[in-house]
T-cell receptor
Framework: DGGITQSPKYLFRKEGQNVTLSCEQNLNHDAMYWYRQDPGQGLRLIYYSQIVNDFQKGDIAEGYSVSREKKESFPLTVTSAQKNPTAFYLC??????????????FGPGTRLLVL | GIQVEQSPPDLILQEGANSTLRCNFSDSVNNLQWFHQNPWGQLINLFYIPSGTKQNGRLSATTVATERYSLLYISSSQTTDSGVYFCAVRMDSSYKLIFGSGTRLLVRP
C-alpha cells in the first residue's frame, strides 16, 4: 500500500529530552515536509527537503532538526531548545517542490506531549 | 507575506443541509488546495484548484484567481463531513504551502 507513515502516534517528552519523530514514504516522492499544528490553528512549516542530503528551514525551525539520508525517510528531532513542543506534527511529501502544480500528501500525524 | 483567510471559522449544520466555505488570499497564487482534516487529525486532499471549477461527488470547488478567492461547496452534508476544512495556497516563486486557519464543521444527525 503506497503512502506516508508516521510513528509513533503519541509521544511523551520529559523536560530537557530530545525526541525523534519518524516519517517514511513509499511514493517515490523527492520532496518531504514537516509541519506543526497547534490547537485551533492551521499548519506551519518547520523544515522541508527537496532531495536527499539537502533540507531547508521553514517558518518555525528553531528548536528542531532534521536529516534526509534516504529518499524515503525524513525524521524530525524535537530538541530541548524547543520550549513549547506540545503540538500535532504532520509530515507530507510531494513529487518535487519546484513545480507549483504539485500536490502535497500528508501522513497521519504524531501528537507530542510534554510531561 | 501572503495572507489566507477562511470563513466562517465555525459552522454547524443539520444532516442534509448545504454549505459554502470561503477562502480569500491576498496575492496571486498558482497553487490552491482544499483539505479536510478528520477528527483523528488526518489531512485528506480534496481539490487541487488554482482556477476554475471542479466537482467530486457531493463536493465542488471554484477558484476565481483574478478576484483572489476560492469557494468549497458541500451539498447534502453527512455526519462524516465533520472536521476542519483548510485552504492552502502557494505562490509562483515559493516552495511552501500557506495554510488558512480553517473552517470547523460539525454536521449533526
Amino acid at each position: 500500500d503506497g503512502g506516508i507513515t508516521q510513528s509513533p502516534k503519541y509521544l511523551f517528552r520529559k523536560e530537557g529530552q530530545n525526541v525523534t519523530l519518524s516519517c517514511e514514504q513509499n511514493l517515490n516522492h523527492d520532496a518531504m515536509y514537516w509541519y506543526r499544528q497547534d490547537p485551533g490553528q492551521g499548519l506551519r512549516l518547520i523544515y522541508y527537503s527537496q532531495i536527499v542530503n539537502d533540507f531547508q528551514k521553514g517558518d518555525i525551525a528553531e528548536g528542531y532538526s532534521v536529516s534526509r539520508e534516504k529518499k524515503e525517510s525524513f525524521p524530525l528531532t524535537v530538541t530541548s531548545a524547543q520550549k513549547n513542543p506540545t503540538a500535532f506534527y504532520l509530515c507530507a511529501s510531494s513529487p518535487r517542490t519546484r513545480s507549483t502544480q504539485e500536490t502535497q500528501y500528508f501522513g497521519p500525524g504524531t501528537r507530542l506531549l510534554v510531561l | 507575506g501572503i495572507q489566507v483567510e477562511q470563513s466562517p471559522p465555525d459552522l454547524i449544520l443539520q444532516e442534509g443541509a448545504n454549505s459554502t466555505l470561503r477562502c480569500n488570499f491576498s496575492d496571486s497564487v498558482n497553487n490552491l488546495q482544499w483539505f479536510h482534516q478528520n477528527p483523528w487529525g488526518q489531512l485528506i486532499n480534496l481539490f487541487y484548484i488554482p482556477s476554475g471549477t471542479k466537482q467530486n461527488g457531493r463536493l465542488s470547488a471554484t477558484t476565481v484567481a483574478t478576484e483572489r478567492y476560492s469557494l468549497l461547496y458541500i451539498s447534502s452534508s453527512q455526519t462524516t463531513d465533520s472536521g476542519v476544512y483548510f485552504c492552502a495556497v502557494r505562490m509562483d516563486s515559493s516552495y511552501k504551502l500557506i495554510f488558512g486557519s480553517g473552517t470547523r464543521l460539525l454536521v449533526r444527525p
